[in-house]
């Protein structure tokens, strides 16, 4: 037995059964706190103890400690430490969301980014959710457009449709509900789709609400300076492996701060106000002008009143939790803004005077998307709106 082999049986050992007590405790914390998937970390570290203490003499039984020493410290220790304080890191990719393993569900589109596929249940042939649109428009049909990110794709706007087309006579036009929102989506993907489909949806309607995306930090340059190019298969591939260790993103992180490199140290957002601004009128431009009517529509929060989640900021969408308040704010007076002129149903306003427990029963725990409760209100509210200014 060689001199490395004789320290690798003599101090090895005490190093990985300190490692598996405390991978075992890690693995319990995690499971008193809901995790219950990590009690397993308990009879893993059993199985590798139990491997440790059988090992043979000699290089082979020296080579088996290093191995399972190395995986322990460097692997499984820091895996179960970084998700007991619920890190990510994730600087790859050009949005905050979605990132390359996103693509996976998404399809690639050289305007707007991304849409949904077509293919997928529930979603049209030009990649939106919904039935399928038909154009030239129907006789007889009051359509609403409905632009927006995922709030508006939750599906509120199709309980709009069935509230406003309930109790309606023979002779009353039906009103459907065209929906051009997908997650993620911003003010400048919205003025794209406006211009690329406005006109030949023949809407009678539109509803506007952005807001969230576009004050979300950017990666690199903000949507409107972005060159895109939508991830390969094999980066996906890669990038879904990425996310689901902590640890590797552990290491990441620790490397770029070597290198003094963050994702989001500009602190540039995706759409900045000036231009947010700018998507705003210009989409209500491009419809007045065809004489369709704009209603602008503030994105609520919870987050005032409620807390901003860790989630929010540790994902990189923004800087600190003031930040998500303080700029949400700035953005939905911007739309109140652009609205004087026109029709506003100012949601965030509204939201503002329920009480907390009633917020929290509207709100997912994000405190950004609604729950289903939150949007049968949501759609409610704005049903009564649409009723009232249009005269339906």
Do not use: C
Not at 37 to 42: D, P
Not at 98 to 123: I, S, Y
Not at 373 to 379: H, Q, R, T
């Amino acid at each position: 037995m060689g001199d490395r082999d004789v320290y690798a049986m003599r101090y090895l050992p005490a190093i990985l059964n300190g490692s598996l007590v405390i991978m075992a405790a890690l693995g319990m914390v995690l499971a008193l706190r809901g995790r219950l998937a990590f009690l397993g970390a308990g009879v893993l570290a059993l199985v590798l103890w139990r491997l440790a203490g059988n090992a043979p003499p000699g290089k082979l039984g020296s080579g088996l400690l290093v191995a399972l020493t190395l995986i322990n410290v460097f692997g499984l220790v820091p895996e179960l430490g970084l998700r007991l304080i619920d890190f990510e890191y994730d600087p790859f990719g050009e949005f905050v969301y979605p990132r390359p393993a996103d693509f996976a569900q998404l399809q690639p589109d050289a305007e707007v980014f991304w849409r949904l596929p077509p293919a997928a249940p529930g979603v049209n042939s030009l990649g939106f959710p919904g039935e399928e649109i038909d154009i030239p428009k129907p006789e007889g049909t009051f359509r609403i457009l409905f632009l927006g990110d995922s709030i508006s794709q939750q599906g509120y706007p199709v309980l709009v449709e069935q509230i406003l087309n309930a109790g309606r006579g023979a002779a009353a036009s039906r009103v459907e509900s065209v929906v051009l929102a997908v997650n993620g989506y911003s003010s400048y993907q919205g003025r794209m789709l406006a211009e690329q489909y406005g006109r030949a949806l023949q809407p009678d309607l539109v509803v506007v609400q952005f807001g969230w995306n576009d004050h979300w930090l950017a990666l690199g340059q903000p949507d409107a300076q972005k060159n895109f190019a939508p991830p390969s298969r094999w980066q996906i591939r890669a990038h879904a492996a990425y996310r689901k260790s902590r640890a590797l993103q552990g290491y990441v992180w620790a490397w770029q701060r070597l290198g003094r490199a963050t994702a989001t140290g500009t602190g540039v957002v995706r759409v900045p106000p000036a231009a947010y601004r700018q998507n705003l009128l210009a989409i209500r431009s491009l419809f007045e002008a065809a004489g369709v009517p704009v209603v602008f529509v503030t994105a609520p929060a919870a987050h005032a009143r409620l807390g901003v989640p860790q989630e929010i900021t540790a994902r990189g969408f923004a800087v600190d939790a003031d930040s998500v308040v303080r700029t949400h704010r700035q953005y939905n007076r911007i739309v109140r803004q652009v609205a004087r002129e026109g029709w506003l149903l100012d949601m965030e306003a509204r939201f503002d005077t329920l009480p907390a427990a009633r917020l929290q029963s509207l709100f997912q725990p994000d405190g950004i998307h609604l729950s289903q409760d939150g949007m049968d209100v949501y759609a409610r509210w704005v049903a009564d709106f649409l009723k009232t200014v249009a005269e339906m």
